[in-house]
T-cell receptor, first 113, second 111 residues
């Protein structure tokens, strides 16, 4: 099935650094969602975006719905060790029925103390 | 609110055995989903149920069946397990806002 192009695939950063990741597609999306998954757990919803240009924050996390509606961005400021995990983007494509989502492959984040 | 719950958390099956994975949500969501997650493949949709009484195939439905028992519960059945079905299985549900919430997963190994 179609996947979103999520980058980078992995990041190794020092505690305190800022992190940026993004998802892109050739299709238009109505909804963008960002999830975090820790080892042995299910994905946990971090931020939901519904309008082009929308910028939404959740603590140190900020996500944006791209103006073209074909991309989305997630930033984490002042990273801490507990930010470690896999971050997934997911989107609901224009014309998709019900809540069916398209997922990115994930960005593996490692934070060194 | 427990959100989305799944049982069992772990399971080991022999090839050819059958089992049912259970999922329940207490958020009064209409839509429910079953995914499998494999390394390098991301999350792939197996089946979904847009509302109580309806089910539809997703991206990888072969070898699986589902039942939407009521609005809360959506089960996934493997009739004759194969090693290719070794995976982590997630159930999810969605309300009117399209925010999808996941369960903790079932880790299945088929030997």
């Amino acid at each position: 099935g179609q996947q979103l192009n999520q980058s980078p695939q992995s990041m190794f950063i020092q505690e305190g650094e800022d992190v940026s990741m993004n998802c892109t597609s050739s299709s238009i999306f109505n909804t963008w969602l960002w999830y975090k998954q820790e080892p042995g757990e299910g994905p946990v919803l971090l931020i939901a975006l519904y309008k082009a240009g929308e910028l939404t924050s959740n603590g140190r996390l900020t996500a944006q719905f791209g103006i073209t509606r074909k991309d989305s961005f997630l930033n984490i400021s002042a990273s801490i060790p507990s930010d470690v995990g896999i971050y997934f983007c997911a989107g609901r494509r224009l014309g998709t029925s019900y809540g069916k989502l398209t997922f990115g492959q994930g960005t593996i984040l490692t934070v060194h103390p | 609110n427990a959100g989305v719950t799944q049982t069992p958390k772990f399971q080991v099956l022999k090839t050819g055995q059958s089992m049912t994975l259970q999922c329940a949500q207490d958020m009064n969501h209409n839509s429910m989903y079953w995914y499998r997650q494999d390394p390098g493949m991301g999350l792939r949709l197996i089946y979904y149920s847009a509302s109580e009484g309806t089910t539809d195939k997703g991206e990888v439905p072969n070898g699986y069946n589902v039942s939407r028992l009521n609005k809360r519960e959506f089960s996934l059945r493997l009739e004759s397990a194969a090693p290719s079905q070794t995976s982590v299985y997630f159930c999810a549900s969605t309300g009117e806002t399209y925010e999808q919430y996941f369960g903790p997963g079932t880790r299945l190994t088929v030997t």
